[in-house]
Protein backbone atom coordinates (compact mmCIF):
# COMPACT_ATOMS: atom_id res chain seq x y z
CA UNK A 1 0.00 0.00 0.00
CA UNK A 2 1.09 3.53 -0.70
CA UNK A 3 0.22 7.17 0.21
CA UNK A 4 -0.45 8.95 -2.99
CA UNK A 5 -0.67 13.20 -2.58
CA UNK A 6 -2.46 15.43 -5.02
CA UNK A 7 -3.49 18.62 -5.48
CA UNK A 8 -7.42 19.44 -6.00
CA UNK A 9 -9.23 22.31 -6.24
CA UNK A 10 -11.87 23.98 -3.66
CA UNK A 11 -14.81 22.88 -6.59
CA UNK A 12 -13.74 19.10 -6.63
CA UNK A 13 -12.78 18.97 -3.43
CA UNK A 14 -15.98 20.45 -1.67
CA UNK A 15 -18.09 17.31 -4.17
CA UNK A 16 -15.87 14.95 -2.64
CA UNK A 17 -16.39 15.89 0.76
CA UNK A 18 -20.10 16.35 0.44
CA UNK A 19 -20.56 13.06 -1.06
CA UNK A 20 -21.48 13.76 -4.44
CA UNK A 21 -18.44 13.28 -6.30
CA UNK A 22 -16.96 9.38 -5.69
CA UNK A 23 -14.43 9.57 -8.40
CA UNK A 24 -10.62 10.98 -9.42
CA UNK A 25 -9.84 11.50 -12.55
CA UNK A 26 -6.11 12.13 -13.18
CA UNK A 27 -3.16 12.05 -15.58
CA UNK A 28 -2.37 8.56 -15.83
CA UNK A 29 1.25 9.66 -15.01
CA UNK A 30 2.13 7.90 -12.07
CA UNK A 31 1.08 4.35 -10.39
CA UNK A 32 -1.70 3.01 -8.31
CA UNK A 33 -3.63 0.41 -7.71
CA UNK A 34 -6.42 -1.17 -5.12
CA UNK A 35 -5.99 -0.07 -1.61
CA UNK A 36 -3.25 2.61 -2.08
CA UNK A 37 -4.12 5.92 -0.38
CA UNK A 38 -5.40 9.06 -2.36
CA UNK A 39 -4.29 12.16 -0.25
CA UNK A 40 -5.96 14.90 -1.56
CA UNK A 41 -5.16 18.38 -0.50
CA UNK A 42 -7.15 21.37 -1.18
CA UNK A 43 -5.58 24.21 -3.40
CA UNK A 44 -6.69 27.70 -4.13
CA UNK A 45 -5.81 28.71 -7.73
CA UNK A 46 -6.53 31.95 -6.43
CA UNK A 47 -4.42 31.93 -3.79
CA UNK A 48 -1.78 29.47 -5.28
CA UNK A 49 -1.77 28.12 -1.84
CA UNK A 50 -3.18 25.55 -0.04
CA UNK A 51 -6.07 25.54 2.09
CA UNK A 52 -5.31 23.61 5.13
CA UNK A 53 -8.07 21.03 4.09
CA UNK A 54 -7.16 17.33 3.54
CA UNK A 55 -9.46 14.41 2.27
CA UNK A 56 -8.05 10.75 2.58
CA UNK A 57 -9.45 7.95 0.11
CA UNK A 58 -8.78 4.59 -0.28
CA UNK A 59 -8.18 3.53 -3.91
CA UNK A 60 -10.88 0.56 -4.50
CA UNK A 61 -11.24 0.54 -8.82
CA UNK A 62 -8.15 1.86 -11.31
CA UNK A 63 -9.06 1.95 -15.04
CA UNK A 64 -6.73 3.70 -17.50
CA UNK A 65 -8.67 5.21 -20.48
CA UNK A 66 -5.64 4.29 -22.69
CA UNK A 67 -6.30 0.56 -22.55
CA UNK A 68 -9.89 0.80 -23.50
CA UNK A 69 -10.41 -0.12 -27.68
CA UNK A 70 -14.02 0.26 -27.63
CA UNK A 71 -14.13 3.94 -29.51
CA UNK A 72 -12.42 4.78 -33.31
CA UNK A 73 -9.73 7.79 -32.04
CA UNK A 74 -12.69 9.73 -34.65
CA UNK A 75 -15.31 9.49 -32.28
CA UNK A 76 -13.16 10.48 -29.74
CA UNK A 77 -11.91 13.32 -30.95
CA UNK A 78 -15.14 14.28 -31.81
CA UNK A 79 -17.05 13.42 -28.46
CA UNK A 80 -14.48 12.84 -25.82
CA UNK A 81 -14.75 11.36 -22.69
CA UNK A 82 -17.70 11.76 -19.88
CA UNK A 83 -17.72 10.37 -16.09
CA UNK A 84 -20.24 8.74 -14.39
CA UNK A 85 -20.45 8.56 -10.48
CA UNK A 86 -22.46 5.82 -8.80
CA UNK A 87 -24.41 6.06 -5.39
CA UNK A 88 -22.66 4.02 -3.09
CA UNK A 89 -24.55 2.34 -0.51
CA UNK A 90 -25.30 2.26 2.56
CA UNK A 91 -24.38 6.16 2.71
CA UNK A 92 -21.98 6.85 5.82
CA UNK A 93 -23.17 9.91 8.39
CA UNK A 94 -21.76 12.99 8.37
CA UNK A 95 -19.91 14.39 11.46
CA UNK A 96 -20.61 17.83 12.23
CA UNK A 97 -20.10 20.72 15.19
CA UNK A 98 -22.10 23.51 15.62
CA UNK A 99 -21.51 26.33 17.53
CA UNK A 100 -24.03 28.46 20.12
CA UNK A 101 -21.84 31.47 20.60
CA UNK A 102 -22.94 33.89 23.23
CA UNK A 103 -22.41 37.26 24.04
CA UNK A 104 -24.44 40.22 26.14
CA UNK A 105 -25.07 43.15 24.64
CA UNK A 106 -24.73 46.65 26.20
CA UNK A 107 -28.17 46.38 28.08
CA UNK A 108 -26.65 43.43 29.84
CA UNK A 109 -28.99 41.18 27.59
CA UNK A 110 -27.75 37.70 26.14
CA UNK A 111 -27.70 37.27 22.23
CA UNK A 112 -26.24 34.82 20.28
CA UNK A 113 -24.57 35.25 16.63
CA UNK A 114 -26.46 33.75 13.71
CA UNK A 115 -26.31 34.25 9.89
CA UNK A 116 -28.42 33.59 6.91
CA UNK A 117 -27.34 30.13 4.91
CA UNK A 118 -26.10 30.97 1.38
CA UNK A 119 -25.45 27.89 -0.31
CA UNK A 120 -27.68 28.02 -3.92
CA UNK A 121 -25.97 25.54 -5.68
CA UNK A 122 -24.69 22.91 -3.00
CA UNK A 123 -27.85 22.70 -1.11
CA UNK A 124 -31.06 25.29 -2.12
CA UNK A 125 -33.24 23.75 0.43
CA UNK A 126 -32.04 24.99 3.00
CA UNK A 127 -30.14 27.93 1.23
CA UNK A 128 -31.62 31.66 2.56
CA UNK A 129 -32.45 30.06 6.25
CA UNK A 130 -31.11 30.92 9.65
CA UNK A 131 -28.05 29.50 10.86
CA UNK A 132 -25.28 29.24 13.70
CA UNK A 133 -21.93 28.77 12.58
CA UNK A 134 -21.08 24.86 11.70
CA UNK A 135 -19.05 22.59 9.63
CA UNK A 136 -17.59 19.03 9.16
CA UNK A 137 -15.25 17.54 11.27
CA UNK A 138 -12.78 16.35 9.38
CA UNK A 139 -11.15 12.41 9.25
CA UNK A 140 -9.50 12.06 12.73
CA UNK A 141 -9.83 15.88 13.97
CA UNK A 142 -10.24 16.51 17.27
CA UNK A 143 -14.09 18.11 17.84
CA UNK A 144 -12.55 21.11 19.55
CA UNK A 145 -9.81 22.02 17.22
CA UNK A 146 -13.03 21.32 14.07
CA UNK A 147 -15.21 23.80 16.21
CA UNK A 148 -12.76 26.86 16.60
CA UNK A 149 -11.63 26.11 13.03
CA UNK A 150 -15.29 26.43 12.15
CA UNK A 151 -15.97 29.61 13.63
CA UNK A 152 -13.14 31.59 12.48
CA UNK A 153 -13.18 30.03 9.29
CA UNK A 154 -16.66 31.05 8.94
CA UNK A 155 -16.89 34.06 11.17
CA UNK A 156 -13.43 35.64 11.44
CA UNK A 157 -14.06 35.15 15.39
CA UNK A 158 -11.43 32.87 17.67
CA UNK A 159 -13.31 30.81 20.36
CA UNK A 160 -11.73 31.68 23.18
CA UNK A 161 -14.42 29.91 25.95
CA UNK A 162 -16.25 26.34 25.21
CA UNK A 163 -18.58 25.03 27.43
CA UNK A 164 -19.11 22.66 28.01
CA UNK A 165 -15.49 21.41 27.86
CA UNK A 166 -14.65 17.83 29.91
CA UNK A 167 -13.12 15.66 28.13
CA UNK A 168 -10.74 12.79 29.17
CA UNK A 169 -7.12 12.30 28.09
CA UNK A 170 -6.38 10.87 25.09
CA UNK A 171 -5.39 7.27 24.94
CA UNK A 172 -3.60 5.53 22.51
CA UNK A 173 -2.54 1.68 23.42
CA UNK A 174 -2.30 0.80 20.01
CA UNK A 175 -0.55 3.46 18.26
CA UNK A 176 -4.08 4.64 17.26
CA UNK A 177 -5.74 7.64 19.61
CA UNK A 178 -9.28 7.83 21.36
CA UNK A 179 -10.59 10.38 23.91
CA UNK A 180 -14.11 10.75 25.13
CA UNK A 181 -15.93 14.42 25.60
CA UNK A 182 -19.21 16.29 26.63
CA UNK A 183 -21.46 18.72 24.44
CA UNK A 184 -24.20 20.61 25.23
CA UNK A 185 -26.31 18.61 22.90
CA UNK A 186 -26.26 16.64 20.20
CA UNK A 187 -28.56 17.08 16.79
CA UNK A 188 -29.32 14.32 13.76
CA UNK A 189 -31.11 15.01 10.05
CA UNK A 190 -33.22 12.42 10.00
CA UNK A 191 -34.79 13.35 6.27
CA UNK A 192 -33.66 15.16 3.28
CA UNK A 193 -30.66 17.69 3.17
CA UNK A 194 -27.44 15.27 3.88
CA UNK A 195 -27.35 12.76 6.65
CA UNK A 196 -25.65 15.12 9.22
CA UNK A 197 -24.96 13.61 13.21
CA UNK A 198 -23.53 16.66 15.34
CA UNK A 199 -21.95 17.84 18.48
CA UNK A 200 -23.54 21.05 19.96
CA UNK A 201 -21.17 23.70 22.28
CA UNK A 202 -21.97 26.65 23.27
CA UNK A 203 -19.03 29.46 22.81
CA UNK A 204 -17.57 32.73 23.68
CA UNK A 205 -15.51 34.53 21.32
CA UNK A 206 -13.58 37.82 20.60
CA UNK A 207 -12.68 39.25 17.56
CA UNK A 208 -14.05 40.78 14.39
CA UNK A 209 -17.04 39.35 12.64
CA UNK A 210 -16.06 38.54 9.03
CA UNK A 211 -18.66 36.63 7.23
CA UNK A 212 -17.58 33.85 5.03
CA UNK A 213 -19.49 35.09 1.59
CA UNK A 214 -19.15 31.81 0.00
CA UNK A 215 -21.16 29.67 2.00
CA UNK A 216 -23.20 32.65 4.52
CA UNK A 217 -24.03 36.15 4.58
CA UNK A 218 -26.11 38.77 7.20
CA UNK A 219 -24.12 38.35 10.37
CA UNK A 220 -25.72 39.36 13.26
CA UNK A 221 -26.97 39.14 16.98
CA UNK A 222 -30.15 38.34 17.91
CA UNK A 223 -31.68 38.52 21.68
CA UNK A 224 -32.92 35.32 22.98
CA UNK A 225 -36.86 36.42 23.00
CA UNK A 226 -36.02 37.69 19.20
CA UNK A 227 -34.82 34.37 18.42
CA UNK A 228 -38.04 32.93 20.13
CA UNK A 229 -39.88 35.05 18.14
CA UNK A 230 -38.42 33.45 15.31
CA UNK A 231 -38.85 29.67 16.39
CA UNK A 232 -42.81 30.20 17.50
CA UNK A 233 -43.75 32.39 14.57
CA UNK A 234 -41.58 31.40 11.20
CA UNK A 235 -39.63 28.02 11.90
CA UNK A 236 -39.41 27.48 8.26
CA UNK A 237 -36.89 29.93 8.09
CA UNK A 238 -34.38 28.20 10.45
CA UNK A 239 -32.21 25.97 8.72
CA UNK A 240 -33.63 22.42 10.03
CA UNK A 241 -30.92 21.17 11.43
CA UNK A 242 -30.68 23.91 13.73
CA UNK A 243 -34.11 24.20 14.57
CA UNK A 244 -34.61 21.85 17.56
CA UNK A 245 -30.86 22.92 18.71
CA UNK A 246 -32.29 26.56 18.98
CA UNK A 247 -35.23 25.30 20.80
CA UNK A 248 -33.90 23.40 23.17
CA UNK A 249 -30.82 26.12 23.98
CA UNK A 250 -34.17 28.57 24.58
CA UNK A 251 -35.97 25.88 27.02
CA UNK A 252 -32.27 25.73 29.01
CA UNK A 253 -32.45 29.65 29.28
CA UNK A 254 -36.30 29.79 30.52
CA UNK A 255 -36.70 31.47 27.58
Known amino acids: MQRIEKKTWPEWFQAILDGRKTFDMRLADFSCQPGDILVLREWDPQTKDYTGRVLEKEITYVGKVQDLKFWSQEDIAKYGFQIMAFEGYPRPSIGIVSAII ?17 KPNRSPLYSGTVEIPAGWIDQYENVYTALKREVHEETGLTVTKIYPEPSTKIFSPRQDAAFAFQSFCCQQQLKNGLPWVGFVFICQVKGKLVAQKEEA ?3 RWLTLPQLAKIIKETPANIFTLQLPVLSYYLETQNV
Open 102 to 118: ERLNEQGHKEILVQTRW
Open 217 to 219: KDL
